[in-house]
C-alpha cells in the first residue's frame, strides 16, 4: 500500500498536478501581504499570533487602494484565533479609503477564519469581496473600521464572528462606508454573530432581487445606529432567534431594529430589551412591500423599548399582507404598542399579549379575539430572563388553541441567564424548531 501511494505521488507531479500548501508566517513569509501573494488556489497560509501591519497599494474594482492582503481565489487564510492573529491597518490619510482585506477576482471559495481584521477608523473596510464567489468567515473580530464588510455579487457565510466599534458616523448620507456589512446580489447567511457599540448607518443591509438573507442566533448590543437589520428585494428573508438589547437611534435618523422592503419571510423568536429612538417614527420593527409578498411576524417578546412621544414603540405594518400572532409586548413607551397604516390591509393572526404599554396598546390595529391584554407573568425580566411562569396566559394552554407565546417557555428556576450561554439556552429549550 505503502509503495502504491508513492508511486501514485509521483505520476501526479510528474502530471504537473498542483498539490495544495500551507504556508507559515512568520516562518516561511514574514508578512501575511507576502504570504498571500505566494499563494495559489487550494493553498492555506496559516498566520501566528501577532500584529501584522504590512500594507501595499494596488488597483482593485474599487479603486486603488493599500491594504493588508489580497487574497487569491480558492485559497484559505487561518489566524491563530482572534484575540493572538490581529491584521492592523494604520489610520489612512487624507480620508482616502483603505482596506485591511481585499478579495481579489472569481473562481474558487475563499475561507477566512481565527483573526481579526482591524481599521484605523474612517474611512476604513475591513474586508472587500467584488467577485463570483462563495466567501466563509467563522471566528473573526471586526472592529475600528467604517464598514467592516462590503461585498457584492459574493455569497457568504457569516458565523461566530465580532463586529464592533464601526464608526461611519463621518460618512456621507447613502455611501457604502455607512453600512457595517453590506451586500448586494448575494445569497448571505449570518449566525452566531455579535454586534456591538457600532454607529452610524445600517448594520446590516442585503440588497438583491430574488435572493436570500438568513440571520440566525445574533446579539446587536448597545449600537447607536440604524436601521439594525435592512433587508430588501430578498426573495426569502428570516430574522431569528436573536437579541436586541440597548441600541438607541439617533433623532437625525427614522431607527429601527429591522425594516423590511419587497421581502417575504419572518421574524420569529427574537427578543427585544430597552431599546430606544430620538425619533418619533422609529419604531423596532417596519414591513413595507409593494407586492403581496408575505411576512411573518411571530413568536418574539419585546420588553421596555421606547420612543420619542408620537407614532409607535413597536411596528409599522404597511402595504402588505402580513402575519402578526404570538408576541408578547410589554413595557412599550412613547406611543402605542403596535401601529397599522390606516390605509393598509389589517395583518392577520392573533395570540398576542399586551401589557403595561404607557403609549396604549394599539392604533389603527383591530386585535384579533384571541389577543389578549395581561400580564405575561415572566420569571424574571429585571435579570433578562423572559421565560414565563407555568401559570402564565402565554404558556401552552393560557389562551385556549395558541401554544406558546413569545420567544421563551415555561421555564421559571430552572436555568439562569447569561450573556454568554443565550445562544445554548435557546436551542435547549426550542430545539431549533
Given amino acids: 500500500m505503502t509503495r502504491a501511494l508513492f508511486v501514485f505521488g509521483v505520476a501526479v507531479a510528474a502530471a504537473g498536478v498542483a498539490v495544495a500548501d500551507t504556508i507559515l508566517v512568520p516562518e516561511d513569509y514574514s508578512s501575511v501581504l507576502a504570504a498571500l501573494d505566494a499563494a495559489a488556489a487550494g493553498d492555506t497560509v496559516l498566520v501566528g499570533p501577532g500584529t501584522w501591519t504590512e500594507q501595499d497599494t494596488r488597483p482593485t474594482s474599487a479603486g486603488t487602494i493599500p491594504a493588508n492582503g489580497f487574497i487569491p481565489p480558492g485559497v484559505t487564510l487561518l489566524g491563530s484565533g482572534p484575540d493572538l492573529t490581529i491584521l492592523e491597518g494604520p489610520p489612512s490619510p487624507n480620508e482616502a479609503r483603505a482596506v485591511v482585506l481585499v478579495v481579489m477576482g472569481s473562481g474558487e471559495p475563499v475561507t477566512i477564519r481565527g483573526l481579526a481584521?482591524?481599521?484605523?477608523?474612517?474611512?476604513?473596510?475591513?474586508?472587500?469581496?467584488?467577485?463570483?464567489?462563495?466567501?466563509?468567515?467563522?471566528?473573526?473580530?471586526?472592529?475600528?473600521?467604517?464598514?467592516?464588510?462590503?461585498?457584492?455579487?459574493?455569497?457568504?457565510?457569516?458565523?461566530?464572528?465580532?463586529?464592533?466599534r464601526q464608526d461611519s458616523t463621518q460618512a456621507p448620507p447613502g455611501t457604502d462606508s455607512n453600512t457595517v456589512l453590506l451586500s448586494f446580489s448575494a445569497r448571505w447567511t449570518i449566525k452566531g454573530c455579535v454586534f456591538e457599540e457600532n454607529a452610524g448607518g445600517t448594520l446590516i443591509e442585503a440588497i438583491g432581487i430574488g435572493l436570500l438573507a438568513e440571520i440566525q442566533s445574533c446579539r446587536f448590543?448597545?449600537?447607536?445606529?440604524?436601521?439594525?437589520?435592512f433587508l430588501r428585494d430578498q426573495y426569502v428573508m428570516t430574522v431569528e432567534d436573536c437579541w436586541f438589547e440597548g441600541n438607541h437611534s439617533p433623532a437625525n435618523v427614522s431607527g429601527r431594529a429591522i425594516y423590511t422592503s419587497n421581502t417575504r419571510g419572518s421574524i420569529r423568536r427574537n427578543t427585544f430589551v430597552g431599546n430606544s429612538a430620538d425619533d418619533p417614527a422609529a419604531p423596532l420593527i417596519v414591513v413595507t412591500n409593494s407586492d403581496n409578498r408575505v411576512v411573518h411576524i411571530t413568536d418574539n417578546t419585546l420588553y421596555g423599548n421606547e420612543v420619542v412621544s408620537g407614532r409607535s414603540g413597536f411596528g409599522i405594518l404597511t402595504e402588505v399582507p402580513a402575519e402578526f400572532s404570538r408576541n408578547i409586548v410589554v413595557g412599550s413607551g412613547g406611543g402605542a404598542a403596535v401601529y397599522v397604516n390606516p390605509v393598509t390591509e389589517q395583518p392577520y393572526g392573533g395570540c398576542n399579549v399586551f401589557w403595561d404599554n404607557p403609549g396604549g396598546n394599539f392604533e389603527n390595529y383591530a386585535p384579533k379575539p384571541t389577543d389578549l391584554q395581561a400580564d405575561p407573568l415572566f420569571c424574571n425580566p429585571d435579570a433578562n430572563d423572559f421565560?414565563?411562569?407555568e401559570q402564565s396566559p402565554?404558556?401552552?394552554?393560557?389562551i385556549p388553541s395558541c401554544g406558546q407565546i413569545g420567544a421563551w417557555p415555561v421555564g421559571c428556576g430552572l436555568v439562569s441567564i447569561e450573556a454568554a450561554s443565550w445562544g445554548r439556552i435557546k436551542s435547549l429549550y426550542r430545539g431549533g424548531e
Avoid at 448590543?221 to 437589520?229: A, C, E, H, V, W
Avoid at 402565554?394 to 393560557?398: F, R, Y
Fill in 394 to 398: 402565554c404558556a401552552p394552554g393560557g
Fill in 117 to 164: 481584521c482591524r481599521g484605523g477608523g474612517y474611512p476604513y473596510w475591513g474586508l472587500y469581496a467584488d467577485a463570483n464567489l462563495d466567501l466563509t468567515i467563522r471566528d473573526c473580530v471586526f472592529e475600528d473600521n467604517a464598514c467592516a464588510i462590503r461585498a457584492w455579487s459574493v455569497d457568504g457565510a457569516i458565523a461566530d464572528c465580532v463586529f464592533r
Fill in 221 to 229: 448590543l448597545n449600537n447607536d445606529s440604524t436601521p439594525l437589520i
Fill in 387 to 389: 421565560h414565563v411562569a
